[in-house]
């Protein structure tokens, strides 16, 4: 019981350290503005809980064009940490070799999650269509994974099923990750 107490501790603890870090990594890579003028919330959120790793890391991890690398590192040096915690507190018997790829897949795991948040999140607010700093933000950081889907998928009296199409895909490639993590650690 303990164990999965504290398993669930380390869950929600990465998922919102590392998810704001692959958040950070999305949003400069799509140039949104995140600075305090900016006038957006969202972004303030983000440094604030992101800095204190990632501002170290950009020391000795450069930026690949438009992609904020020490970003990404620190995600996944946050999930390292989860699951090597975890393998000690199992009893740390052998399968240390898996803690970087469980740490992997669990990072890939994540940005499928937030990106099904993100899209969830924009289908609500197209329903109710609001003019908010947050929604134009979120409409942003959806608008490149539905575009193609958009050339495919036409209007279907009006509404745009798209963001339905990418969930759909999202899960897809949810189980299909599962699979292959399976297939990585035999």
């Known amino acids: 019981m303990l164990y999965q107490i504290i398993s669930l501790l380390l869950e929600v603890v990465t998922g919102v350290l590392a998810g704001a870090c692959l958040l950070r990594l999305y949003m400069q890579y799509q140039r949104i503005p995140m600075s305090t003028r900016s006038g957006n919330p969202l972004g303030r959120f983000v440094f604030a809980l992101t800095d204190w790793l990632v501002l170290p890391l950009r020391r000795v991890v450069p ?78 950081l959806c608008a490149p994974p539905l575009t193609p889907i958009r050339r495919l998928v036409p209007l279907v009296g009006g509404i745009d099923l798209s963001p339905l199409v990418l969930l759909v895909l999202l899960q897809i490639a949810a189980i299909a990750l599962g699979y292959l993590q399976g297939a990585a650690l035999l």
């Open 63 to 140: 930026a690949l064009g438009r992609w904020d690398l020490a970003s990404l590192v620190a995600a996944y040096l946050l999930a390292l940490t989860q699951f090597l915690l975890l393998w000690l507190l199992a009893g740390a018997e052998g399968g240390l070799f898996a803690v970087p790829i469980l740490a992997a897949f669990g990072l890939v795991r994540l940005t499928i999650s937030g990106l099904t948040g993100l899209v969830i999140i924009y289908a609500v607010l197209s329903w109710v269509q609001t003019h908010s700093v947050m929604s134009n933000l979120i409409e942003r």
